[in-house]
């Protein structure tokens, strides 16, 4: 078997904490043929220290350190550095199994453009883990099956059938050099959509491991309680907008149009998030906010025109406010999502 290089990237900022048992978890990794790409993305803690002294202890590390410009800005440097076939992402205060890659890349083949999938635990930091399993069943899907059954159910849905995320994943170079284009540095949430989805479509061949968690996303419920995105709703639609650009690039005819109105799914969706972002984080202003959010004329038409299906209880409760803003579905909102972080 052929030991393809594999260049894992991950980009670094204000990371202290965690970058040591990250890194730890790569070095050691049982697959020979890698490189390690730690990009600094303008760090103002000890990450970018950290960074330094991990690479003059393991010749596998290469260190970049550049301006703050953001997670997309700091990937793509790293992507124009490395020198791998393939490319593997690894957030900076996450790890993995040692034989992730191992394990992965023993089902490469060489073609330019194939990805394999593995799964991952959700580690939350006060303690507890949840597996979860890629919902698109595990095997290998060429062309065909890719147009049949993955590309149609990659968006609109309120779970992910193959995860959207770049983490876990191993990817071919060129699937990312062809959809670079459409990653904007302005996009803060979501933003793996913008690689992940048009790589995903553009997909010859794609292997999903069979309940293979070897990534551990580091989950830290009390940062996200003080977490707030003021753009977020702007952000949202920006998304929104690069995805229907993605889907006319990539699509004609009546594919297109099929395709269109699941890029409308996906923003209800991700308006879900937009609203909790306020209803979470903004106890000043999240009603008033929330009801621009809820009532704006894009907003409103989407809600008239695009059926989605939700059964997790907090969307239904996301999914009412954004229908009915009014003063009590907001407020028993903000309830909720002050019960819910104190716990």
Sequence with gaps: MKEYKVSIIVPVYNTEKYLKRCVDTLV????????????DDGSTDESGKICDELAGAHQRIKVIHKVNGGLISAWKKGVEESTGEYISFVDSDDWVELNMIEEMAAYLT??????????????????????????????EYDREAMEREVIPNLLGKEWRYITISRCMKLIAKKLILDNYKYSDPIIRTSEDTTIMLPSLIDCERLVVMDHKAYYHYLYVTSSMIHKYDKGMY????????IT???????????????????????HIFMLFLAIKNEARGNPGGYRKNITAICTDTEARQLCRNTKVEVREKSNRLLYLVLRHPGGFTISLLRLAMILYYRR
């Design 110 to 139: 060489g073609n330019p453009k194939e990805i394999i999938a593995s799964d991952y635990v959700i580690e939350r930091e006060g303690g507890g883990k949840q597996y979860i399993w890629q919902q698109l069943s595990p095997g």
């Design 28 to 39: 050691h990794q049982s697959y020979a043929n890698l490189e390690i790409l730690l990009v």
């Design 234 to 241: 702007e952000n949202m639609r920006l998304l929104h907008r």
């Design 244 to 266: 229907q650009q993605i889907i006319c690039d990539k699509f004609q005819g009546q594919k297109q149009e099929e395709m269109l109105k699941k890029a409308d799914q996906e």
